[in-house]
């Protein structure tokens, strides 16, 4: 008798362990941070709005250190997309450079460039 309640036990902590393990697809949330160029209030907002997508749960960019911070999805976006992502609407990353002509076509108070 003991030793059945023992193996409901065990059988309980094995699947238990197992959900917990990742048998089931889970989401993996992540937080990165990384240097992005910036000029203005502008651009904090297109840098937000850019990561406004499915599997990214919060995004903030600071100004004045220059800095995103982001909650996403690590099953959804590798932390490369990311970057590829802000490049994308015109802003440098520290590891993607953004295209000149999408950088030449940010107004005048956005060109954090220095010619
Ligand atoms: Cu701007």
Redesign the pocket.
């Given at each position: 008798m003991k030793q059945k309640i023992k193996s409901i036990y065990i059988g309980i902590i094995v699947i238990v362990s197992s959900l917990s393990c990742g048998i089931l697809p889970k989401s993996q949330k992540s937080t990165t941070s990384f240097t992005v160029a910036?000029?203005?209030e502008?651009?904090t907002e297109r840098i937000v709005n850019s990561l406004d997508l499915k599997g990214i749960y919060s995004s903030y960019y600071d100004l004045k250190s220059q800095k995103v911070f982001i909650t996403y999805n690590s099953l959804i976006y590798k932390e490369e997309q990311l970057h590829n992502i802000i490049a994308a609407v015109g802003h440098d990353t520290e590891k993607v450079k953004a295209d000149n002509v999408v950088y030449s076509n940010l107004?005048d108070?956005?060109k954090y460039r220095q010619e």
């Open positions: 910036g000029n203005c502008m651009c107004p108070c956005c």
